[in-house]
């Protein structure tokens, strides 16, 4: 068994070494992983996986909380990480522009497939787990207050949103924190929409022998057949329709690649990567490289910044309108409105209410 990545070397297999008949196959942070039917697989510890909350640069006098999601099989650092031994580019770069900030990383197991046993965390778990290491990160450091800015990428986004929207509707009063609090998010690469999710993350799955076992329940739970997929996006555009139109500046910017991998292509459209009605800019990388920059002087970096620099802005100098479920997340300070409305349940639609919704056709493909 060989494993290919995108420095060209994993396991003392180099790029030149490799069979000509082995297959590719692609995910989040490593570009590819190459495997070879014939080769015997060497014995192999179980990896650790970073997961939780870590701060990459703490300020005493930070406004403002800055989280980084990775995407799958990511993790806290290599992720934002161009090359090997350096270190992740909001780690190394973002201090110096953003010196008033707390810059932070979470980390959870989105391994679908390796030679270990793999998590059984679905989705919606990870959401959870997101949503209360945050809180708890945020109480500990005396920042419940301050406004956060998440930036996510691919994966990550759908675990954002799904704690962004646990956040909202949910009846323990502190965790509301997020949802509260948030003024920006930036997808990088995330899919929003579109029929090839199930089949790009089965991928590891279908050549036999590569790997041992898989998280089928993250599988099932991104697959185009997966109820839950579907409701997560027509509850987190319903509640960014609602926020919009109650005056809440609530800030989304959606970045997708320019350059597809090779023998696979572009891994998330720009039609599945962008949300209709907000902003939508591309980076110059493949699904990879789009979020791993080796200085300050790349233009995909700068964009980030950009859009970083203007969400803190916003978050300084105005007020936002924050729409919350009547009977949760209740306990709000006097500066939030909350209108009579009904409380939406985080429980998966079915086809038959996705389509009076009239919203089904528009995350089906």
Known sequence: MCFLNAH?????????????????????DDVAVSVNDNAQEAPEAPPAIPDGIKVWHDSPTATVDICFVHGLTGDWDSTWTSTPGSQPWPKQFLPSTFKNSRILTFGYGAYVAKKSTPSTARLMDHGANFLSDLVSNRLVNNATSRPIILVAHSLGGLVCKEAILQSRDNPDHHLCDLFKSLRGVIFLGTPHRGSWISSWARLPTRVPGIFKSANKLLLESIGTKSENLASLQIRFWTMMREQREAGRDLKVTCFYEEIGLPGVGVVVSRESATLEGYKALSIHGNHSTMVKFQSRDDNGYNRIVGELAQMQWMSSSKSSTIILSESLCSTTSDSFTLPRQDARSSTSYSSTSMASEGLADTFSG
Do not use: A, K, M
């Open 8 to 28: 060209g070397l994993i396991g003392g297999i180099s790029r030149r070494r490799l069979s000509e008949t082995c297959g590719t196959l692609v995910n989040d």
